[in-house]
């Protein structure tokens, strides 16, 4: 059974050979990838940008198919865009340890010049490839991907000079595949935790950042801060030193405001003292309205949320989200979009009537999600974790896997706050679940129709119709 | 009587369960019998669970372009079996801008009895399998019976 105990040097090192073992590419020494880091200029450094800064530092996502593509496209982002942060979006052929096909695809894309690929094969571009990335860029860059075991790609790229890494056992478990248990991702990542944790022994802090957005839809705050919180707790016992608690905005704005300082507060309080921890906003994860003009409205409001809590970055979307991948302009343009809103409002200060009250109501749920989950592992957080989620004790809504029962089941109220019409087995409390339910029933009245799964399935198209809560016969 | 035995699933290596998780409630809501096989499901388990289920319908979801090559031999394994469902498809069916007239003709000769897109109704869904497996004559006469 899987536990949350910190792997040992020898550990490490025999899973370092096995993960390499099974590489396409050449293997890279250890102290060889520690001085290309230790060589890496100041403003290149991930974690330290990161936590010295001063405002909302943005990032988009980004991957394309070659490198010199990928190269041109970053430099785009930072040029056009002024990008603050730089992510490598990976294609989900590696995501899926699909190697064999990612090199064709590869082989391909530079044979037509066109994308062949939807991201950055790192494993087969390979350690160099990945440091002429690093080196041809002008700004920190984050591995951004989707991968349930992701133990080669964070070797190649952590040694190719990446110094932040997204994911963990649980975020980029349960949205993206039916293929993991817990019990195997959790094993996955804590080798990816345990080798951020040498390279930050050697003073190369190895930023981590669990996928708080999870499956994109209506997700409820406490559940998404809680699974953060645990990939947190996770990764520090292997020795990551900064953490990045994710959030994916819901498009209420005292919600998304209560969320962003409630995953701040509970952060701080239950990661261990020597983690630094940041946080980042997510704007809209759901569908976006096709028409450019309304996506710009809801990057800007992503934006504006972002203004007034102020969370350390925020990721950015572009225009295009409701088409695709975007052209390298259109992403360039969201930022821009993000960046403006966030300077105009940034000497204001604002205040939102009700964000301590839904502050509350959120921690309080974490709290007793968290409780659960220590409980159901008898003090241990990885054997809770695995625990709490068989028993449904945990859950998020739509998971693709049976890792999580889905038995939730999210619906927005009356002024759009994100809230739980079915609870399945979650551990909160009945006064919570009244809470919910109660306001629930406000919109239902308003709506002249029972609370329902319609209520959903009007909600989950609704901003890309254009408002904000799905309402009866609005098509 | 039973209620009417169903069957629903994203196929292939689709990740996307939204829809079909809403589906299934839209069909319990109905008064089918809903096996849900979620996210990236093989095309035999489509044809196991109606085999098991004896089901009526087979509802394929799929969302991300690759539903041709999925279903290759589906239709093929559920001859194989006892049972016969009505079997239907629905979502972003083709890569790229196809004409959905197009992508239905294409699935329909592949041997689906329906073909629906990505922003089908769930209340069409619904109609559409009632009616196609009589049940509305008997709902009218049980409303009728209640009210």
């Known amino acids: ?475 | 009587m039973s209620e009417p035995s169903v069957v629903v699933g994203t196929i292939g290596s689709d990740a996307h369960v939204v829809g079909i998780t809403l589906l299934e409630h839209a069909l319990k809501e109905a008064g089918f019998d809903v096996r849900n096989l979620g996210a990236q499901t093989p095309k035999e388990a489509f044809v196991e669970a109606a085999a098991e289920t004896d089901a009526s319908a087979v509802l394929v979801s799929s969302l991300y372009g690759h539903a041709e090559q999925d279903c290759d031999g589906l239709h093929e394994g559920l001859a194989e079996t006892d049972v016969d469902p009505m079997t239907y498809i629905g979502g972003n069916l083709a890569v790229g801008q196809s004409e959905f007239e197009t992508v239905r003709r294409q699935f329909r000769e592949m041997g689906f009895d329906g073909v629906f897109d990505a922003d089908v109704e769930f209340e069409e869904v619904v109609a559409t399998l009632r009616a196609e497996l009589g049940m509305d004559e008997r709902s009218t006469r049980l409303t009728r019976a209640r009210s």
């Not at chain 1, 094969?121 to 991968?147: F, K, S, W, Y």
């Not at chain 1, 209560?258 to 946080?279: C, D, F, K, N, S």
């Not at chain 1, 225009?319 to 052209?327: H, I, K, L, S």
């Open chain 1, 1 to 475: 059974m899987v536990e949350d105990t910190r792997l040992t040097d020898a550990e490490l090192e025999q899973l370092d050979q096995t993960v390499w073992e099974s590489a396409p590419v050449e293997s890279a020494s250890f102290e060889e990838a520690v001085a290309f880091h230790e060589n890496l200029p100041e403003h290149k450094r991930f974690a330290d940008v990161l936590e010295s800064a001063d405002r909302v530092l943005t990032q988009p996502r980004a991957g394309v198919p070659r490198l010199d593509d990928q190269i041109n496209l970053l430099q785009t982002l930072t040029g056009e865009g002024d990008a603050d942060l730089l992510p490598t979006t990976i294609d989900s052929y590696t995501r899926d340890n699909a190697y064999e096909k990612a090199q064709a695809g590869l082989g391909q894309s530079r044979e037509t010049g066109e994308n062949e690929l939807n991201g950055f094969p790192a494993v087969n571009h390979g350690v160099d490839g990945c440091r002429r990335l690093i080196e041809a860029v002008d700004a920190p860059v984050q591995v951004r991907h989707g991968t349930p075991d992701a133990r080669l790609l964070a070797a190649v790229t952590l040694a190719g000079g990446f110094q932040s890494f997204e994911g963990g056992p649980i975020t980029y478990n349960l949205p993206y595949t039916s293929k993991y248990e817990l019990v195997e991702t959790i094993e996955y990542w804590q080798y990816v935790d345990r080798l951020s944790g040498a390279y930050t022994e050697r003073g190369v802090p190895i930023n981590r950042e669990p996928f708080g957005p999870l499956t994109g839809t209506l997700v409820p705050p406490s559940v998404a801060i809680a699974i953060c919180i645990i990939e947190g707790l996770l990764a520090a016992t292997q020795g990551v030193r900064s953490v990045t608690l994710g959030y994916g905005q819901v498009g209420n704005l005292v919600q998304d405001v209560a969320a962003i300082r409630a995953m701040e507060q509970l952060g701080t309080e239950y990661l261990p003292e020597e983690v630094t921890v940041t946080t980042v906003f997510h704007q809209w994860m759901g569908g976006f309205p096709r028409d450019e003009a309304r996506a710009s409205g809801v990057i800007a409001l992503g934006a504006a949320t972002a203004a007034v809590v102020e969370p350390d970055k925020i990721i950015t979307k572009s225009p295009q989200e409701a088409r695709g991948v975007p052209t390298a302009a259109a992403n360039a343009a969201g930022l821009r979009t993000t960046s403006q809103v966030l300077q105009m409002l940034s000497e204001q200060s604002v205040e939102l009537e009700g964000v301590d009250r839904e502050q509350e109501l959120i921690e309080r749920s974490v709290r007793s999600l968290l409780d659960a989950v220590f409980d159901a592992g008898d003090g241990d957080i990885a054997r809770g974790t695995v625990e709490a989620f068989e028993q449904g004790l945990l859950d998020v809504p739509f998971p693709p896997s049976e890792a999580a029962d889905g038995d939730v089941l999210p619906a927005r109220d009356d002024d759009g706050r994100v809230r739980l019409l079915k609870f399945g087995n979650l551990a909160v409390d009945s006064e919570v679940k009244q809470i919910h339910d109660a306001r629930l029933e406000t919109r239902a009245a308003t709506e002249n129709r029972r609370p329902s799964f319609r209520m959903v399935a009007d909600d989950v198209s609704a901003i890309s119709d254009g408002r904000l809560v799905g309402r009866p016969g609005d098509d």
